[in-house]
């Protein structure tokens, strides 16, 4: 379920002779080397994505990070100076210029550094205040890094004191903790060359006599679902054991407030690092040796206020077969040594190993006894259509799902679905100054055409399937679909699912709705009711109503009516119709002397009279027209014909 080293890297393994550090914003392992100068080599997970150089020994570093470009390397050494390296962008490993910059104030020491541009840098500084309190000043210093200038230029500043802080990179976001106990929280958004403070709040993390604060490593900012959260490990009152993970959610607008909006249950004690894959919350444990996986979106999401999860379940990390096969050395899991970073990163600088956690959700079945549960996570994932269309339809044959479990999963299917054929554009009348970004949900897409082909079509060939249950699914798919302003693909309706429910002896039901429109008017559902006339004859005059109203169909039902023997009933809808409309006159003729010689008679009158009254009929030039005229005039004798006129001028209608 969870596998180490999908993508890995090895580096020099931490030792006297050299220090390691981690670049958050680049995700690279950086090793710095001594002997007499400085060997520095910063590798991603990537073979080509390494950087190598050798600068002049200045000292032992403290931090060393890159630009976003990766053409600068700043690097400290001193307590209030930063040095910057320019390296070459052609990737020899040629120092093209190197230039420093101290703090602003001489006292000053700075603590943290933070790439927020390619060309922008943030000092995070520190002053002793001279009072005998916890807190000591410090300041944000944003400088403008110039290369080919080979200088700084300070661009803002901004005082405040604080104990720690974090860094997320995909939102320049820096977050600053303050209060008696650490507990309030200061959000800055570092964008454009300018410090957005965004409203600061403050955490529960069960402060007690026991824990009296809140310290850097219990925070943890990650991107789930499009949105971005704080969470905090939070404390039992009782003992100051880790009782869950407190998530506040930021807003992306400075008035907003910071909620807290979910809770993830731990019930385990010791200590904690998080994950975030594929949005699902990964909790590691190192004393137990496992990992707790939470899905926010999988569950009940009715209920209001703070929505408490517990875990979907508890795996162990395991190797994956690429490093397995390619580090033939041990990777103790779970060690000690190990150094947690966002959103997948793991550093063990004990054995010299960078590499990815990856999740596998097609482990995840026996994990779950609601199956229903089961296929939201799954459709949760990207990159799982196929997994989720195979276990869907295995659990339709099998009759694993109740029809509301159907009907709701059908639901999650149409409703992205929907999202995307709308594509709603907003507009703003104000420009936001800055962007919280998080990193963007895209969910899984289910075709019409996937759950046609895909499901419903293979199920229908299953010849174990309960035919009436899967006729009710179908029905289920076809309500979603229809309250949601979608078409049904004709495919559907005229190859699956009416032959479906004829098959399972739905006719009643399937009239029912072919009345009421529930099923929409098509010329191929027409011509698919009329082959099942034997099993159920009232379909046929619905074909026939149904193709009246499509109003594209006459010479189709003419021919449904002749084929039933139903001469006069077709004349009399041809009479109805406009004189342009094309007709199969001989046809009509073919059937009419089949009958006796008093309908024969009538079908040529009126045909003849439809052709004085078009232009665009071909009865007249057509190559059996005379042999009918003759055949016609031969019908009657003359006396015969003026009888019935006579006869026909003192009719009387009875009434009805």
Known sequence: MLGLGEQWVAFEASSTLSDIFFDDVNQKI?????????????????????????????GKIKIMKFSPDQRVASVQCEESSVDFVCVSPSGDGTVCAQFSQSTKMRSARIVGLEWVASNQILFVTNQASGLLFVFVALGLELYQVNVEKKNTKLLKTYNISLYWFIYYPKSQLLIASTGVSGALLNPFVIQNGVLHRLPKFEVDFGCSNAKTNLIEREVTVASVYGSLYVMVLRYSLRDSSTSDVAMYKLGGEGNEECPLTHTLALARTGAFAI??????????????????????????????GVIVHRPLMSVSLTRCDRLASEYHGEIPLYSPSW?????????????????????????????????????QFVLNRRSTKDLFLEKFKSLLINNQLTLKEISKVFSWIVEPYVKRLISPLKYTENIAKYALIADAYEP?????????????LLANECPSIDKQRFVQCMLQYLLSLQENA????????????????????????LQQFLHYRVIPDAKQLAFQLLSHEAKHAPLIQLAVDMLARLGTAAEEIVEVLLSRGQLVDAIRFLD????????????????????????????????????????????????????????FKALFTNDEVEAAKRDSQFAVVLPE
């Open 30 to 58: 950086c090793t710095v080397r001594g002997n007499g100068a400085l060997g520095v080599t910063a590798k991603g997970l990537y073979s080509r994505d390494v950087v190598s150089f050798r600068m002049k020994d200045s």
């Open 275 to 304: 994950h975030v894959i594929d949005n699902v919350i990964v909790v590691h444990h190192q004393t137990s040796a496992t990992s707790l996986l939470f899905d926010i979106r999988v569950g009940d999401m009715q209920r209001s």
């Open 339 to 375: 150094v947690i970073f966002a959103p997948n990163l793991i550093v063990d600088a004990s054995i010299g190993i960078f590499s990815t956690v990856s999740l596998y959700a097609e482990y995840a079945e026996p994990a779950f006894t609601n199956k229903c549960d089961f296929l």
């Open 444 to 456: 899984l897409i289910i075709e019409q055409s996937d759950m046609v082909s895909r499901v419903f």
């Open 486 to 509: 979608i078409d049904p693909e004709p495919y559907f309706l005229n190859e699956i699912l009416v032959p479906a429910m004829v098959a399972a002896g739905e006719l009643n039901r």
């Open 576 to 631: 109805g119709l406009s004189p342009s409309e094309k007709i199969n006159s001989m046809k009509l003729l073919e059937n009419a002397w089949k009958q006796d010689r008093q309908v024969r008679y009538a079908v040529f009158s009126y045909l003849q009279d439809r052709s004085t009254r078009s232009r665009y009929s071909n009865f007249t030039n057509s190559e059996q027209y005379d042999d009918y005229l003759r055949r």
